[in-house]
C-alpha cells in the first residue's frame, strides 16, 4: 500500500475493550489517515472501526479475543511506504516483562517498525533503526491519565512516531 510522494499516515489503537465511545473519538481524532491498524483485545472493535473509516484497515486479535472470528490473525508483516511493519498484540512475546524478544521478532522478520500493545502504557523506543511504537490504551491507560492511540508517519524513508491524549 503506498501514497506516494506524499508519503503515509497509520493511526494505531489498541486494547479498546469494546469502549465504543472511545473508539469513536480516537478515530474522529485520526480524520485523514490512510490506514488504521487495530492492535488487539477486541479485535471485534474493528467492524465499528470499518463502520468510521473509509480507508484501510488491519486488525490483530490479542489475549482477550477469545471469541473472535477465526480468521483474526495474530500477527500481521505489511509493506507501507518501502517500510516492513510487523504488528502484533504482543502477549505472545511478553511485552509485560521488556522488549527482548519482541526485538529479536523483529531482527528475524528485518522488520522497519514494530507496532504492539497489551500493557496500556504507551511508548515509543528505537533500536538500532527499528521503531517500536504501543499506542497505549483507548479505553484503559495506565501510564497515563488519559486515553492514548499512535500516529506513524512514513514520508521519503523517513519515520515519524508519535503518541496522541485525548
Known amino acids: 500500500m503506498c501514497r506516494g510522494e506524499q508519503g503515509m499516515k497509520i493511526g494505531i489503537i489498541s486494547d479498546s475493550h469494546g469502549d465504543n465511545n472511545a473508539v469513536e473519538k480516537a ?37 482477550c479475543d477469545f471469541f473472535t472470528d477465526a480468521g483474526t490473525p495474530s500477527e500481521l508483516v505489511l509493506e507501507m511506504e518501502g517500510k516492513k511493519v510487523f504488528v502484533t498484540h504482543g502477549h505472545k512475546y511478553r511485552v509485560k516483562d521488556g522488549l527482548n524478544t519482541l526485538y529479536y521478532r523483529g531482527l528475524e522478520l528485518d522488520a522497519d517498525i514494530v507496532l504492539f500493545g497489551h500493557t496500556h502504557s504507551s511508548q515509543i523506543v528505537k533500536v538500532e533503526g527499528m521503531v517500536f511504537l504501543n499506542p497505549g490504551s483507548v479505553s484503559r491507560p495506565r501510564n497515563t491519565k488519559r486515553p492514548t492511540y499512535g500516529i506513524i508517519e512514513i514520508s521519503k524513508g523517513n519515520i515519524k512516531p508519535e503518541i496522541k491524549e485525548f
Request: no cysteine; charged share 20%.
Open 27 to 63: 478515530v474522529k481524532l485520526m480524520a485523514g489517515v490512510d490506514a488504521i491498524i487495530h492492535l488487539g483485545d477486541y479485535a471485534k472493535d474493528g467492524k465499528y472501526i470499518r463502520k468510521l473509516h473509509p480507508g484501510q484497515l488491519y486488525v490483530v486479535s490479542g489475549n
